[in-house]
């Protein structure tokens, strides 16, 4: 019998400075769907600083919401570096994004890990492998988890969905794809 997975590592997420209702709630909807993820009020600190809240919380990963016009825009996701500051290692695009209260859904799941399910299309299977890289979630199926779905939208475009027991949870986001996602 093959040993049980270790559970996901602890992730920060937080946001650019002053954000927008809109991008606070995004954050708090991804806390709820992301396993071992904390959400982080950010305030005034910078990112050295954030690099050691990491530091001090146990975290591996943090993750900046920005946004543009008030709306969430990218979602950049870090290695800490303590005392030096934070290295980016994945960026996402963000297109579109539905809350989960616009959709109706649960903005929170209970699992231990996060897999990642694509349509085998060249754009989801990027943003799967940037997903495995950033949050550390799982190409193959372990339990409890929150699957992530991706499924191509046309050109460098794929939409995320979560999904806990088969129900949707969480906000569902459209996620543009840039020329260069992961990082060296």
Do not use: C
Not at 70 to 76: E, T
Not at 105 to 116: C, G, I, K, Q
Not at 168 to 175: E, K, Q, Y
Request: hydrophobic share 40%; no cysteine.
């Amino acid at each position: 019998m093959p040993p049980a997975p270790t559970p996901p590592t602890h992730i920060i997420i937080t946001t650019s400075r002053r954000p927008s209702p809109r991008t606070r709630s995004l954050v708090k909807d991804l806390a709820g769907v992301i396993p071992g993820a904390t959400r982080l009020t950010r305030g005034h600190l910078t990112y050295q600083e954030l690099s050691i809240e990491a530091a001090t919380l146990g975290a591996d990963r943090v993750v900046v919401v920005g946004e543009k016009r008030g709306n969430p825009s990218i979602m950049r996701i870090y290695e800490p570096i303590p005392p030096k500051g934070l290295n980016n290692i994945v960026t996402l695009i963000i297109k579109g994004v539905k809350l989960a209260r616009e959709a109706g859904v649960p903005s929170r799941a209970r699992a231990r890990f996060l897999r990642v399910e694509h349509d085998g299309s060249e754009d989801s299977m990027e943003v799967a492998e940037a997903l495995v890289r950033g949050l550390h979630a799982r190409l193959t199926p372990v339990e409890p988890s929150v699957v992530a779905r991706l499924e191509s939208r046309g050109y460098r475009e794929v939409l995320l969905t979560f999904t806990s027991n088969g129900l949707s949870v969480g906000p569902v986001l459209r996620i543009g794809i840039p020329w260069r996602m992961i990082k060296g």
